[in-house]
């Protein structure tokens, strides 16, 4: 086996070449200096020099990075992570502009339908857990009504129970009313 170092010998400096082996892409370079910071700058720009089309700016952060990968775009999953969700974010905005747009879903009314064998558009509708149906002449009427009645539901609006009355109350509201009557005969019957 042959001597696949070469050393090369300045006053302030030592490359050490290293051959490529024959199943290896490249060789490598080391260079010794007696100063470390001079050192640094070398094995420094030999980096960069091996790795300047992986050394990267992130689009996301901002920050200088070294790509492991030939296709990385971001420093890290991090960042990769954030540009994704915000793009899911977008698109699903996008979607429920539009959905809001059609007011529909699938392109399909919900709660508006024809009723086989009846005329005029139907809008169905569950209260206390019963369906009920109501009847109109359009479809532009049905939409609305539907559309009103689903959001007094919504606001707490719409089918209010009714509240209770204590006995007492509606018991003197007839004596008011039945006491008023008899005056009125009374005074129909002096005068």
């Known amino acids: 086996m042959e001597d696949r ?21 490249k060789g490598s370079v080391f260079v010794a200096t007696k100063r470390k910071v001079k050192e640094f700058e070398y094995r420094f720009a030999h980096l960069l020099m ?3 089309g992986r050394i990267r700016r992130c689009p996301e952060c901002q920050r200088v990075y070294l790509a492991i990968r030939v296709d990385q775009r971001y ?16 698109s699903r905005k996008a979607d429920q502009r539009r959905s809001a747009a059609v007011a529909r879903k699938a392109g399909k009314d919900r709660g508006i339908t024809q009723r086989k064998g009846r005329e005029g ?4 509708l569950y209260v206390d857990g019963r369906e009920r149906w109501y009847r109109c002449d359009t479809k532009s009427q049905a939409k609305a009504l539907y559309g009103r009645v689903k959001a007094e539901q919504r606001e707490g609006k719409y089918f209010e129970k009714a509240k209770a009355v204590p006995f007492r109350e509606i018991a003197e509201e007839y004596l008011k009313i039945v006491d008023s009557r008899r005056s009125r005969k009374a005074m129909i019957t002096l005068g």
């Open 121 to 124: 558009w139907w809008v169905r």
């Open 75 to 90: 420093c890290g999953p991090r960042c990769q992570t954030r540009v994704a969700t915000r793009k899911w974010r977008e």
């Open 5 to 25: 170092r070469h050393r090369f010998t300045f006053p302030q400096f030592t490359i050490i070449v290293t051959l490529p082996i024959e199943d290896a892409r």
């Open 50 to 52: 091996d790795y300047s």
